[in-house]
């Protein structure tokens, strides 16, 4: 303890010192909260080695819960001790709470808890930072300690590292077939890193702490190569009875931002300092902000945190202005764009047309699903607010009015800002029927293909889309597939696939109404190839690979394993990444 805080705790005078009161019991509801948080994130090691992959299914969902939680007890025990709270009293409440959390490895987590439950008691537009924690820094200088490390240092060879790296974790299951994967690896690497032929210096650094999620388990640091340093991983499965097997070995940005991308479900993973974890993983991805890496770790309330100071940072350094998003206009939710920050804006319209069979509520409740539910890499992140206030001269005017008009319940027009009362902000991403229309013919295959194992792998997580058009996905800037348009997706399971009846009648293709009775659930896949893509090249391109989307059989087959509980394989790099596709990457 600092002098300083030991002199602001002993001015709270006593337990009955209100604001001392409500500082101590909001930090210890917080310090709850994150006790359950690592007791579910710990045993995500056990779940592994066991193959317990609905068990992690169920703790990802648990764990994201856990903040709801917290926020709600919290504020039920707080309420009645801030009855009669004038402004001075939360001044001192904050900073009793400061003293309080002075020295705390996860400091800046807690002070966006306090951020929530102020904000959850007194009201956004009395947020400043005499009583709360507005100018938080968007990541605090926290280099790793050497507990947090392994440090690996004058390799005889690439094959003695990667061997000495491997054993270094305390897996109680052993490893199906160690020496063949540290070939395969050795070779790999030797293969495809020219700064490896004839190197006399290699040595890594690699996290203690492993990063698990869906079936898999990553090893993550960096290796250098005389003065070349490289992010390195090495992605582990564990199959049930045969033991833990490397699946990949990545040592480029590229791969390792896909694995920690926006559109993937959060790691698991013990970390006693966020900061410092975040501040590693960014020294290997420059250009993830940490409000990404915040929330890859499973800190999504402080991921927002972060993303508002970021935004916040942004707005004072550039000029821009929020405009309408690129594609075809929504029916149900109004886009704009801060293309500067690579963001989007989505407000819910006030009134749908009659085409939409959905509720402004039943849209939160799909953002909520997409939130608790695994990703794969197909579906993206979002960050919700509630009354974020962007300043009105950063707006084009028809942006303004539309808003204004068409959105009233959700905007609003305060002095020289934009309230928006309710809003989405996830990551800026190319139109999918956009990018088809100026890519080149290798590009549109490769983008098709792509689609395709979007559908496919969203199916595989239980996830129908409902609505597959083009203009309902994105294409990021590493070329992936996401699947962005929330109406009307629902779970697999509950969807009925049906074979189109046949209809010898030859005037009933002449019906505007079909003439056999649809259910609500009911979807005929064989349709898809009609509408989905227009009749020429891109028709062609996707049914070259994936003509089993148009087939009843296929989405009942996916259901079928859904059902018996089988959670099925989803990598967060390209297959061609994988030791089983050999020893050359393209």
């Not at 209100?18 to 690592?38: E, M, T």
């Not at 080695?49 to 903040?67: C, E, F, M, P, V």
């Not at 997580?461 to 597939?481: C, E, S």
Request: with cysteine.
């Amino acid at each position: 303890m600092t002098i300083k805080q030991s002199q602001t705790l002993q001015d709270a005078s006593g337990w009955r010192n209100r604001p001392w009161q409500v500082a101590v019991l909001l930090l210890r509801d917080f310090s709850a909260y994150r006790a359950d948080f690592q007791t579910i994130t710990g045993g995500a090691r056990a779940r592994f080695q066991a193959s317990d992959w609905l068990g992690a299914q169920t703790a990802a969902r648990s764990r994201i819960q856990l903040y709801s939680q917290f926020r709600s007890g919290c504020l039920q025990r707080l309420t009645p001790l801030i009855s009669g709270f004038s402004s001075q009293d939360w001044i001192t409440t904050r900073r009793y709470f400061e003293a309080l959390t002075e020295g705390l490895p996860d400091r800046e987590l807690a002070q966006t808890g306090y951020n929530t439950i102020f904000r959850k008691l007194v009201g956004r537009t009395h947020l400043n930072h005499e009583q709360a924690f507005v100018r938080q820094m968007v990541i605090a200088q926290a280099p790793l300690e050497p507990f947090e490390t392994f440090q690996f240092n004058r390799a005889e060879n690439l094959s003695s590292l990667v061997e000495m790296i491997l054993l270094s974790f305390p897996f109680d299951v052993p490893f199906a077939h160690l020496d063949g994967d540290v070939q395969t690896i050795a070779a790999l690497m030797t293969d495809n890193i020219p700064a490896l032929m004839g190197v006399k210096s290699i040595s890594a650094v690699m996290l203690r702490s492993v990063f698990y999620r869906n079936k898999g388990a990553y090893l993550i640091g960096r290796l250098a190569i005389g003065t070349h340093v490289l992010p390195l991983v090495f992605a582990l499965n564990n199959e049930a009875g045969v033991g833990i097997s490397v699946d990949s070995v990545l040592w480029n940005e590229k791969d390792l931002s896909r694995i920690f991308s926006f559109t993937r479900a959060y790691f698991m993973v013990d970390v006693n300092r966020p900061a410092a974890i975040v501040q590693f993983l960014n020294s290997l991805m420059p250009a993830k902000k940490p409000s990404e890496l915040y929330s890859s770790l499973g800190y999504y309330k402080h991921g927002k945190t972060a993303f508002y100071a970021e935004l916040s940072q942004h707005l004072g350094q550039s000029k821009d202005l929020f405009k309408k998003a690129e594609g075809i206009e929504g029916l149900v939710m109004l886009v704009f764009t801060l293309a500067s920050h690579q963001v989007v804006f989505k407000v819910i319209r006030d009134r749908f047309p009659p085409s939409k069979k959905v509720t402004a509520a039943a849209v939160k409740q799909a953002y909520h699903l997409v939130k608790t539910h695994d990703r794969v890499g197909r579906m993206a992140d979002t960050h919700e607010f509630l009354e974020l206030r962007l300043p009105a001269s950063r707006f084009e005017d028809q942006v303004l009015q539309t808003l204004l008009a068409e959105g009233s319940h959700s905007v609003s027009l305060v002095g020289d800002e934009v309230v928006l009362h309710h809003v989405y902000v996830e990551r800026l991403m190319t139109p999918l029927n956009l990018y088809l229309r100026s890519c080149t013919e290798f590009e549109r295959d490769l983008v098709i293909d792509d689609y395709g194992l979007a559908i496919k792998q969203l199916a595989a997580a239980n996830i129908f889309p409902g609505d597959m058009l083009p203009k309902n996905f994105g294409v990021t800037r590493h070329g992936r597939v996401i699947f962005y348009d929330y109406d009307e997706i629902c779970y697999l399971t509950d969807v009925q696939f049906r074979a189109l009846p046949v209809n010898n009648d030859e005037n009933a293709a002449l019906e505007q109404e079909p003439w056999f009775e649809v259910g609500e659930f009911d979807v005929f896949p064989e349709e898809f190839e009609h509408f989905l893509l227009a009749k020429g090249p891109l028709r062609s391109s996707f049914s070259e690979n994936h003509r089993d989307l148009f087939t009843p059989k296929y989405w009942q087959s996916v259901q079928n394993q859904l059902r018996v509980q089988t959670v099925l394989d989803v990598f967060p790099y390209r297959l061609n990444r994988r030791l089983s596709a050999g020893t050359t990457f393209s």
